[in-house]
Protein backbone atom coordinates (compact mmCIF):
# COMPACT_ATOMS: atom_id res chain seq x y z
CA UNK A 1 0.00 0.00 0.00
CA UNK A 2 3.09 2.20 1.02
CA UNK A 3 6.46 2.56 -0.24
CA UNK A 4 8.93 4.68 0.72
CA UNK A 5 12.61 4.49 -0.44
CA UNK A 6 15.89 5.91 1.45
CA UNK A 7 13.38 9.38 2.14
CA UNK A 8 15.34 12.65 2.86
CA UNK A 9 14.01 15.82 3.93
CA UNK A 10 15.63 19.07 5.27
CA UNK A 11 14.57 22.70 5.94
CA UNK A 12 16.19 25.53 5.40
CA UNK A 13 16.55 27.79 8.25
CA UNK A 14 18.90 30.60 6.70
CA UNK A 15 21.85 29.93 5.37
CA UNK A 16 21.90 26.90 7.67
CA UNK A 17 20.51 23.22 6.74
CA UNK A 18 18.57 20.68 8.97
CA UNK A 19 18.49 17.64 7.55
CA UNK A 20 15.30 15.84 9.11
CA UNK A 21 15.09 12.77 7.24
CA UNK A 22 18.02 10.64 6.83
CA UNK A 23 17.06 7.94 4.71
CA UNK A 24 13.79 6.16 5.91
CA UNK A 25 12.92 3.02 4.16
CA UNK A 26 9.85 1.21 5.42
CA UNK A 27 6.35 -0.35 3.54
CA UNK A 28 3.33 -0.46 4.84
CA UNK A 29 1.14 -3.33 3.85
CA UNK A 30 -2.75 -3.30 3.29
CA UNK A 31 -4.48 -4.06 6.65
CA UNK A 32 -1.60 -2.96 8.80
CA UNK A 33 -1.73 -0.89 12.14
CA UNK A 34 1.45 0.62 12.56
CA UNK A 35 2.77 3.39 14.92
CA UNK A 36 5.22 5.59 14.19
CA UNK A 37 6.81 6.62 17.77
CA UNK A 38 10.19 8.99 18.50
CA UNK A 39 10.90 11.95 20.85
CA UNK A 40 10.05 15.58 20.44
CA UNK A 41 12.19 16.33 17.09
CA UNK A 42 12.77 13.00 15.96
CA UNK A 43 11.07 13.82 12.33
CA UNK A 44 7.46 12.16 12.78
CA UNK A 45 5.35 14.50 11.71
CA UNK A 46 7.92 15.46 9.05
CA UNK A 47 7.75 11.80 7.85
CA UNK A 48 3.68 12.32 8.59
CA UNK A 49 3.37 15.43 6.70
CA UNK A 50 5.29 13.58 3.34
CA UNK A 51 2.93 10.52 4.24
CA UNK A 52 -0.09 12.89 3.51
CA UNK A 53 1.13 14.79 0.64
CA UNK A 54 1.21 17.68 2.59
CA UNK A 55 4.69 18.04 1.85
CA UNK A 56 7.44 16.67 -0.01
CA UNK A 57 10.55 14.85 0.19
CA UNK A 58 13.86 16.05 -1.07
CA UNK A 59 15.03 12.76 -2.11
CA UNK A 60 13.63 9.17 -2.39
CA UNK A 61 10.78 7.79 -3.64
CA UNK A 62 7.21 7.58 -2.17
CA UNK A 63 5.09 5.25 -3.59
CA UNK A 64 0.97 5.37 -2.14
CA UNK A 65 -1.26 2.21 -3.72
CA UNK A 66 0.76 1.88 -6.84
CA UNK A 67 1.06 5.58 -7.68
CA UNK A 68 4.77 7.30 -7.68
CA UNK A 69 3.86 10.65 -5.57
CA UNK A 70 6.25 13.29 -6.87
CA UNK A 71 6.07 16.63 -8.17
CA UNK A 72 2.05 16.46 -8.51
CA UNK A 73 1.04 19.93 -9.24
CA UNK A 74 -1.75 20.68 -6.25
CA UNK A 75 -4.69 20.02 -8.05
CA UNK A 76 -3.68 16.36 -9.07
CA UNK A 77 -2.64 15.98 -5.11
CA UNK A 78 -5.84 17.18 -3.18
CA UNK A 79 -7.54 14.24 -5.76
CA UNK A 80 -5.34 12.10 -4.74
CA UNK A 81 -5.34 13.21 -0.49
CA UNK A 82 -8.92 13.05 -1.07
CA UNK A 83 -9.59 9.65 -2.76
CA UNK A 84 -6.56 7.66 -0.87
CA UNK A 85 -5.68 9.14 2.85
CA UNK A 86 -8.14 10.30 5.99
CA UNK A 87 -6.59 12.05 8.46
CA UNK A 88 -7.03 12.38 12.65
CA UNK A 89 -5.68 15.37 14.20
CA UNK A 90 -4.58 16.07 17.78
CA UNK A 91 -6.78 19.30 18.09
CA UNK A 92 -9.64 17.50 16.25
CA UNK A 93 -10.00 20.53 13.70
CA UNK A 94 -13.50 20.28 13.37
CA UNK A 95 -15.56 23.06 12.02
CA UNK A 96 -17.08 24.51 14.96
CA UNK A 97 -20.21 26.18 13.29
CA UNK A 98 -21.36 22.82 11.42
CA UNK A 99 -23.01 20.31 13.30
CA UNK A 100 -21.30 17.07 14.18
CA UNK A 101 -23.08 15.41 10.79
CA UNK A 102 -21.96 18.41 8.58
CA UNK A 103 -18.54 17.75 9.36
CA UNK A 104 -18.50 14.54 8.71
CA UNK A 105 -20.47 15.11 5.51
CA UNK A 106 -17.67 17.67 4.39
CA UNK A 107 -15.12 15.26 2.46
CA UNK A 108 -18.00 14.05 0.46
CA UNK A 109 -19.18 17.69 -0.36
CA UNK A 110 -15.37 18.05 -1.83
CA UNK A 111 -15.87 14.75 -3.92
CA UNK A 112 -19.32 16.13 -5.98
CA UNK A 113 -21.05 14.00 -3.69
CA UNK A 114 -25.18 14.89 -3.90
CA UNK A 115 -26.92 16.04 -0.65
CA UNK A 116 -28.99 13.33 0.41
CA UNK A 117 -26.16 10.84 -0.08
CA UNK A 118 -23.75 12.83 2.24
CA UNK A 119 -26.14 12.87 4.41
CA UNK A 120 -27.14 9.21 4.13
CA UNK A 121 -23.24 8.45 4.73
CA UNK A 122 -22.55 11.16 7.22
CA UNK A 123 -25.41 9.33 9.45
CA UNK A 124 -23.97 5.99 8.91
CA UNK A 125 -20.42 6.61 10.09
CA UNK A 126 -21.65 8.78 13.15
CA UNK A 127 -23.41 5.15 13.61
CA UNK A 128 -20.11 3.79 12.99
CA UNK A 129 -18.49 5.49 15.94
CA UNK A 130 -21.62 5.50 18.54
CA UNK A 131 -22.86 9.25 17.82
CA UNK A 132 -25.69 9.04 15.65
CA UNK A 133 -27.89 10.75 18.55
CA UNK A 134 -25.53 13.65 18.45
CA UNK A 135 -25.87 14.68 14.30
CA UNK A 136 -27.09 17.66 15.21
CA UNK A 137 -24.97 19.05 17.35
CA UNK A 138 -22.46 21.48 17.46
CA UNK A 139 -18.27 20.41 18.21
CA UNK A 140 -18.70 22.65 21.49
CA UNK A 141 -21.43 20.37 22.88
CA UNK A 142 -19.46 17.26 22.51
CA UNK A 143 -16.81 16.08 24.80
CA UNK A 144 -13.35 15.56 23.83
CA UNK A 145 -13.82 11.90 23.25
CA UNK A 146 -17.04 12.62 20.92
CA UNK A 147 -15.16 15.46 18.44
CA UNK A 148 -12.62 12.65 18.38
CA UNK A 149 -15.29 10.07 17.44
CA UNK A 150 -16.88 12.86 14.59
CA UNK A 151 -13.95 13.47 13.59
CA UNK A 152 -13.05 9.74 12.83
CA UNK A 153 -16.11 9.62 11.31
CA UNK A 154 -14.97 12.29 8.90
CA UNK A 155 -11.82 10.56 8.24
CA UNK A 156 -13.45 7.23 6.83
CA UNK A 157 -16.63 9.49 5.07
CA UNK A 158 -14.64 8.87 1.64
CA UNK A 159 -13.10 5.33 2.10
CA UNK A 160 -9.74 6.15 2.42
CA UNK A 161 -7.41 3.29 1.36
CA UNK A 162 -4.92 4.36 4.57
CA UNK A 163 -6.32 6.10 7.75
CA UNK A 164 -3.06 8.83 9.13
CA UNK A 165 -3.50 9.86 12.18
CA UNK A 166 -1.35 12.43 14.17
CA UNK A 167 -1.34 12.10 18.05
CA UNK A 168 -4.82 11.08 18.12
CA UNK A 169 -5.12 10.89 21.86
CA UNK A 170 -2.84 13.96 22.10
CA UNK A 171 -5.60 15.78 23.57
CA UNK A 172 -7.43 12.94 25.51
CA UNK A 173 -7.63 11.41 29.32
CA UNK A 174 -6.43 8.03 29.62
CA UNK A 175 -9.81 6.37 30.09
CA UNK A 176 -11.18 8.16 26.58
CA UNK A 177 -8.12 7.79 24.93
CA UNK A 178 -8.40 3.91 24.90
CA UNK A 179 -11.66 4.04 24.20
CA UNK A 180 -10.39 6.26 21.05
CA UNK A 181 -7.80 3.72 20.43
CA UNK A 182 -10.79 1.08 20.90
CA UNK A 183 -12.38 2.50 17.82
CA UNK A 184 -9.55 2.61 15.65
CA UNK A 185 -8.28 -1.06 16.33
CA UNK A 186 -12.71 -2.31 15.37
CA UNK A 187 -11.49 0.01 12.03
CA UNK A 188 -8.48 -1.69 11.24
CA UNK A 189 -10.05 -5.02 12.41
CA UNK A 190 -12.78 -4.49 9.51
CA UNK A 191 -9.45 -3.89 7.14
CA UNK A 192 -8.69 0.03 6.78
CA UNK A 193 -4.58 0.26 6.98
CA UNK A 194 -3.54 2.76 9.57
CA UNK A 195 -0.40 4.85 10.90
CA UNK A 196 -0.82 6.82 13.75
CA UNK A 197 2.09 9.04 15.23
CA UNK A 198 2.03 9.18 18.92
CA UNK A 199 4.76 9.25 21.64
CA UNK A 200 2.74 7.22 24.25
CA UNK A 201 4.26 3.40 24.73
CA UNK A 202 0.78 2.82 25.66
CA UNK A 203 -0.73 4.08 22.82
CA UNK A 204 1.67 2.81 20.51
CA UNK A 205 1.32 -0.94 21.71
CA UNK A 206 -2.77 -0.87 20.94
CA UNK A 207 -0.99 -0.70 16.99
CA UNK A 208 0.10 -4.14 16.03
CA UNK A 209 3.25 -3.15 14.58
CA UNK A 210 6.10 0.20 16.24
CA UNK A 211 8.77 1.97 13.92
CA UNK A 212 10.69 3.73 16.12
CA UNK A 213 12.49 7.30 14.74
CA UNK A 214 15.36 8.90 15.77
CA UNK A 215 17.67 11.66 14.68
CA UNK A 216 15.65 11.23 11.50
CA UNK A 217 16.47 7.17 10.79
CA UNK A 218 14.56 4.16 12.03
CA UNK A 219 16.16 3.10 14.71
CA UNK A 220 13.74 -0.13 15.12
CA UNK A 221 10.92 -1.61 13.23
CA UNK A 222 9.15 -4.60 15.01
CA UNK A 223 5.54 -5.92 15.29
CA UNK A 224 4.29 -6.48 18.89
CA UNK A 225 1.60 -8.38 20.04
CA UNK A 226 -0.97 -5.57 20.11
CA UNK A 227 -2.75 -4.72 23.50
CA UNK A 228 -6.47 -4.30 23.20
CA UNK A 229 -8.19 -1.57 24.43
CA UNK A 230 -10.48 -2.37 27.47
CA UNK A 231 -12.16 1.56 28.14
CA UNK A 232 -14.77 0.53 27.06
CA UNK A 233 -15.45 4.32 27.06
CA UNK A 234 -18.03 4.72 24.20
CA UNK A 235 -19.16 8.36 23.87
CA UNK A 236 -16.66 9.55 26.24
N1 LIG B 1 8.89 23.93 8.55
C1 LIG B 1 10.02 23.74 9.25
N2 LIG B 1 11.07 24.58 9.10
C2 LIG B 1 12.21 24.38 9.79
N3 LIG B 1 12.42 23.37 10.64
C3 LIG B 1 11.43 22.52 10.85
C4 LIG B 1 10.16 22.65 10.17
N4 LIG B 1 9.36 21.64 10.58
C5 LIG B 1 10.06 20.91 11.46
N5 LIG B 1 11.30 21.44 11.62
C6 LIG B 1 12.38 20.90 12.49
O1 LIG B 1 12.60 19.55 12.07
C7 LIG B 1 12.86 18.72 13.21
C8 LIG B 1 11.87 17.56 13.20
O2 LIG B 1 10.56 18.08 13.43
P1 LIG B 1 9.25 17.18 13.48
O3 LIG B 1 8.13 18.11 13.76
O4 LIG B 1 9.18 16.34 12.26
O5 LIG B 1 9.55 16.25 14.74
P2 LIG B 1 8.53 15.41 15.63
O6 LIG B 1 9.22 14.13 15.88
O7 LIG B 1 7.21 15.36 14.97
O8 LIG B 1 8.45 16.28 16.94
P3 LIG B 1 7.19 16.52 17.94
O9 LIG B 1 6.96 15.21 18.64
O10 LIG B 1 7.70 17.57 18.85
O11 LIG B 1 6.05 16.97 17.09
C9 LIG B 1 12.77 19.62 14.43
O12 LIG B 1 14.07 19.99 14.80
C10 LIG B 1 11.97 20.81 13.93
O13 LIG B 1 12.35 21.97 14.64
Redesign the pocket.
Known amino acids: MIEIKDLHKS???GSNS?H??KGINFNVSEGEMVSIM????????????ILGML?EADEGSYTLDGKPIKKLNEKVAAKYRNQFLGFIFQSFNLINYKSALDNVAMPLYYQGVKRAERTDKALHYLEKVGLAEWATHLPNELSGGQKQRVAIARALASDPKVLLAD?PTGALDTKTSYGVMELIQGINDEGKTIIV?T?EDDIAHMTKRIVN?KD?VILDDSVVSQVRAVANAQNQ
Open positions: YQMLVLGSSGSGKSTLLNDEVHLG
